[in-house]
């Protein structure tokens, strides 16, 4: 560590009477430091939800490079283009074949004359991210019908026209439905390449399940996801996984919600089905948004154990999103969704050979997921919602007693119909039915956020744990599309993080929502980390999060700015929270400065043993509260990190003007 550095940031250890001589007119931070701590932090705190939202799973975390690749789109032909050079005369026609009803349609070439050549394009997800010297395996199910195509030549083409890779797969049978794959190898970086077919030869021929995928995924699994996208999860040591949704798990209406049943095993076999933020948002319609499911329930359980986080389905609970139709399934006719949550169950953690453990060997996973919860329903509320959420956590609890309950509060009172008396309706139930975990939503204004640092703090401590599963301050308003990440929004959620930390005994899951953005295919801004088909970043939201995940701490200190119990009393918007590292052996500081001025503090360690060595000290700050990442400027608001030396549990600390600010100091 640089002297100057230290200097410069003022961290210097002072003795307890120059602290009451000389800085008795600044703040003063009081962590009372025991060293048996009666609250555990969760390791479950700090966690990711991932719905495929804003291009998301299909088109982001997913790298399948062709779109509509198996025909199965409401038009079928979208994303794909016929082309005929120089004379060359053919098309192309789609049929359905009943004998695989999960994905019927296929297509057919029917080329006359090939002419400069005959064939099609698929122009991917916005352009498909290609990067020089990568591999792609490309594979095609096709069968001979008539005639003499012998080949199909297969390019891959950046905006200019040129070819940037290419391959060719022959030998096409009569009759039996085949599949035949060829490698590429890309000569050049392209953000928006496309991929041509050109047939060779004249006649029928039949194909169905067009793939063009990477060789890089994560962890070199087949069918695996995105690298770099993954990092981004990986390096927030997430605590656990929520997923799919979100509204997709209810659908705009019953017959388009999720059913994990309908994206596991091989991939023709999962059921495609309309991405319900396909047409959400007027501002944003995305007509080419489905779900081809090949990051299914399989996958998702994977990436959470990859992961190391604990695994987290959301299921549909017998009713359709209430902010769309609402639709209900009959109470006596809840069965199949019941059954659904059981067979998941099973799915999960059953043993190699029973029904539905048997799937889930057979895709690669013979061990367990080991799944511990269980969410019924998203955004649910109404009288509605607890007469299907009784008999289908009665029935759950029967079979599986240790599964933990996941139950909802709606969304937050400002969306609801009825307000705050949805949300009071459903607490007095959730304080009878007693579920072990109840999830409430924020989607609020970023003052909001800072208003409500003490949010918890009266929480009735009787009832049952809470998590915080989708929060994000909104710039502009919910959702609009002017929102954006800015220093402002960041900066005052931390600050209602804190009150998390403050709250540590109950609150004992988070994550933000949504989790990714794709810059050319978003509907729903802002989000945590943003990408484009070649590159990601972090918004200043994302650093405050990781900030919070990767400094969890063990145990939950009392901390007070000026003896103040809640941090809303905290001095001048100051807001401190703490927490001991048994692991570490170190008294973790966060503390958020709202105001634009510097704030020199006393810090005491008050009760600590021996304190001493360096501390780590990470600060993220900016100059402006309407500054934000972009992606070409990508760390415009990104950690710095330096250590500094302490020698006592006094020291002085200036904390930058709207900075959020972690200090973790060695204790004995
Ligand atoms: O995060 C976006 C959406 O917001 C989620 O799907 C839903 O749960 C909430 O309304």
């Known amino acids: ?54 291009f998301a799973g299909d088109g982001g975390l997913y790298p ?49 004359e090939t002419g400069g050549g005959f064939g099609l394009n698929n122009e991917g997800f916005r352009g498909m991210g290609i990067r020089k010297g990568a591999g792609f395996d490309f594979t095609i199910q096709a069968r001979k019908v008539e005639g003499s195509i012998s080949a199909l030549r297969v390019e891959i083409i950046n905006s200019e026209g040129k070819v940037i890779g290419k391959g060719k797969v022959s030998g096409f049978e009569a009759g039996k439905w085949k599949t035949y794959e060829t490698e590429l190898t890309a000569t050049e970086t392209a953000a928006k390449a496309t991929m041509n077919l050109w047939v060779e030869g004249t006649g029928k021929l039949d194909f169905d399940m067009v793939s063009l995928f990477p060789h890089d995924t994560y962890k070199d699994r087949e069918n695996g996801l995105r690298p770099d ?79 190391n986080a604990e695994p987290m389905p959301i299921l549909n609970i017998g009713m359709a999103c209430q902010f769309n139709t609402g639709e209900l ?39 367990p997921f080991n799944m511990k919860m269980l969410g019924a329903g998203n955004e649910q509320w109404g009288p509605q919602y607890i007469e299907r959420y009784k008999p289908f956590v009665d029935s759950i609890k029967a079979h599986y007693p240790d599964i933990q309950i996941v139950a909802a509060t709606g ?33 609020r204004t970023p003052d909001f956020y800072l208003e409500n640092v003490d949010w918890y703090d009266d929480y009735d401590r009787s009832g049952p744990k809470l998590f915080v599963g989708e929060y994000g301050a909104q710039s502009v308003g919910v959702a609009s599309p002017d929102n954006e990440n800015t220093w402002r929004t960041a900066l005052y959620e931390a600050a209602f993080l804190i009150g998390f930390e403050r ?106 043993g021996e304190v001493g060595g360096e501390a780590k000290v990470i600060i993220l700050k900016s100059g402006s509260l309407k500054d934000f990442n972009t992606i070409d400027n990508q760390k415009k608001i990104y950690p710095e990190e330096f250590t500094a030396s302490v020698t006592g549990p006094d020291f002085e600390y200036e904390f930058a003007p709207l900075s959020f600010t972690i200090i973790r100091v060695p204790v004995e």
């Open 1 to 54: 560590m640089q002297i100057d550095r230290v200097l410069k940031l003022i961290l210097v250890t002072v003795v307890m009477a120059t602290v009451t001589v000389s800085l008795g007119a600044v703040p003063r931070i009081t962590v009372e430091v025991e060293d048996d701590p009666a609250v555990d932090i969760s390791p479950l705190m700090w966690g990711l939800f991932i719905e495929d939202i804003n």
């Open 229 to 307: 996208l993954v990092k981004m999860m990986e390096d927030m040591k997430p605590g656990f996984l929520r997923f799919p949704g979100g509204c997709i798990v209810e659908g705009f209406d019953l017959s388009q919600r999720y059913q994990w049943k309908n994206t596991i095993g091989p991939l023709d076999e999962r059921v495609v089905t309309i991405n319900r933020w396909n047409f959400e948002f007027q501002h944003k319609p995305a007509p080419d948004y489905y779900q081809s499911y090949g990051l299914g329930y399989y996958e998702y359980f994977q990436l959470a154990e990859d992961l």
């Open 503 to 608: 709250n540590a005994d109950l609150v004992r899951l988070s994550s933000y929502a949504p989790l990714f953005g794709h810059l050319d295919a978003w509907q729903w801004k802002p989000d945590l980390i943003y990408f484009n088909n070649l590159d990601v970043f972090g918004s200043a939201n994302y650093y405050v999060h990781k900030m919070f995940s990767t400094n969890p701490g063990t145990h939950m200190l009392t901390a007070t700015v000026d003896d103040k119990p809640k941090t809303s009393d905290g001095i001048e918007g100051l807001h401190a929270s703490a927490q001991l590292d048994k692991d570490a052996g170190e008294v973790i500081i966060k503390v958020a400065n709202a105001t634009k001025k510097a704030q020199k503090t006393s810090v005491n360690l008050s009760g600590a």
């Open 64 to 112: 399948e490079k062709v779109k509509n690749r198996s025909f199965e789109f409401e038009r079928p032909m979208m994303g794909w283009q016929i082309l005929r050079k120089d004379g060359a005369k053919g098309d192309v026609l789609l049929y359905r074949y009943d004998k695989q009803p999960r994905n019927p349609n296929y297509a057919q070439f029917r080329v006359k």
């Open 329 to 367: 399934v009959p109470v006596d006719e809840l069965g199949p969704y019941i059954q659904d949550a059981l067979d998941l169950i099973e799915f999960a953690n059953g043993p190699a050979d029973s029904e539905w453990g048997s799937v889930r060997a057979e895709m690669g996973h013979p061990e």
């Open 411 to 443: 969304s937050d009172a400002t969306i609801f119909p009825n307000g705050e008396e949805e949300i009071d309706y459903l607490w007095k139930q959730w304080m009878k039915l007693d579920p072990e975990i109840v999830d409430e939503h924020f989607y």
